[in-house]
């Protein structure tokens, strides 16, 4: 892939704009959504040990914890290369995306964090997303998309976005919830099977029914699923503040927003799979699987996100 150069016109249409405040600083808010992260974090760990308390009583408890320990771990180690593989993408150069490089490398300093790996994946879809285990093994990838509809502004927006999510370990959490999130599926699978086959704990009289236990394999997965997708919403809008404030200014970020929405809708990415929609910028599910979704969707509305960076701008800090 050779080099991608921006239309200068995109940029001279969209100058920068004054900064709002300190580069690093989140504004207020954010804080709320580290603690509503952690209690739902802490709401898949209640259901797994409760699966585990059902089956096996407190070796159930401590068979179950060790398992999403083991899951958790390799989720935290190879996340990023099944998320970069499965959406096709290729590690680029400095060579070949000189205007990109520049703009992490300045981002990057603002906000103390190493340069991360580049790539681009090849698609059409304007969007783009960060992975890694930690700041120092991050990745971020843009599609080509994206490069050709958004000026340098609103590109910087989306990168700073990007490693937003890098600077807040989102990463880590989207990680180990999705994790929970698929071993909670996984067990409520069992379990179903197990109460339907006369399951239990082992015939004892204290232990329970199958009724018991086909109502949780039942209901545990769902709620696990849309505790998950919480999660996700929560950090978007974390990573919205954090990114604005990066940039000095969240308007870029908030037009970048809307382009991405109507771009997606034009050229739905044929790549993307619901096992990494909610690592993207925004949401990549479009036509019948996008509908079939909406009710459980990895990221807030569009409108909303652009309405509370549009706040940010309305009342500097």
């Known amino acids: 892939m050779g080099t991608m150069p921006f239309d200068p016109a995109r940029t001279a249409r969209n100058p920068a704009p004054p900064s709002y405040g300190p580069a690093v600083s ?17 709401g898949l760990v209640a259901l797994l040990v409760v699966g585990g308390g059902m089956v096996g009583g407190a070796q159930g408890m401590l068979a179950f914890g060790a398992i999403g320990l083991v899951f958790n771990f390799l989720a935290y180690w190879f996340s990023d290369k099944l998320a970069l593989l499965g959406n096709g993408a290729r590690p680029v150069e400095r060579e070949q995306l000189p205007e990109v490089y520049e703009m992490v490398e300045r981002l990057t300093r603002k906000a103390g964090l190493p340069m991360p790996r580049l790539y681009v994946i090849p698609s ?47 990463i ?75 940039v000095g ?16 809708d034009l ?15 925004v ?3 479009r036509g019948t699987a996008g509908k079939l979704m909406s ?12 309405a509370r960076l549009r706040a940010l701008r309305s009342h500097p800090r």
């Open 26 to 42: 989140p504004p207020s808010g954010v804080g709320r959504n580290y603690a509503r992260t952690a209690m739902l974090m802490g």
């Open 283 to 285: 949401n990549p599910l």
């Open 172 to 246: 880590l959490i989207a990680t180990v919830a999705g994790a929970m999130a698929g071993l909670i599926s996984s067990v409520g699978y069992v379990m179903r099977w197990g109460a339907i086959l006369g399951g239990g704990r082992g015939g004892r009289e204290d232990g329970p029914s199958g009724l018991e236990l086909l109502a949780w394999a039942i209901v545990a997965p769902l709620v696990a699923l849309v505790i998950q997708l919480a999660i996700s919403r929560s950090r978007e809008f974390g990573a919205d503040a954090t990114g604005a404030a990066l």
């Open 249 to 264: 200014d969240p308007e870029p970020l908030a037009q970048a927003l809307l382009a991405l929405e109507r771009g997606n």
């Open 295 to 306: 009710l459980f969707s990895t990221h807030p509305p569009v409108e909303e996100r652009v």
């Open 267 to 281: 050229a739905p990415m044929a790549s993307a799979g619901p096992a990494t929609a909610h690592l993207f910028i």
């Open 124 to 170: 059409e879809a304007p969007n783009a997303f960060a992975t890694g285990r930690d700041p120092a093994h991050a990745a971020v990838a843009v599609t080509e998309g994206i490069l050709r509809i958004l000026d340098r502004r609103q590109l910087e927006g989306v990168l700073a976005h990007e490693l937003a999510h890098v600077q807040n370990r989102d």
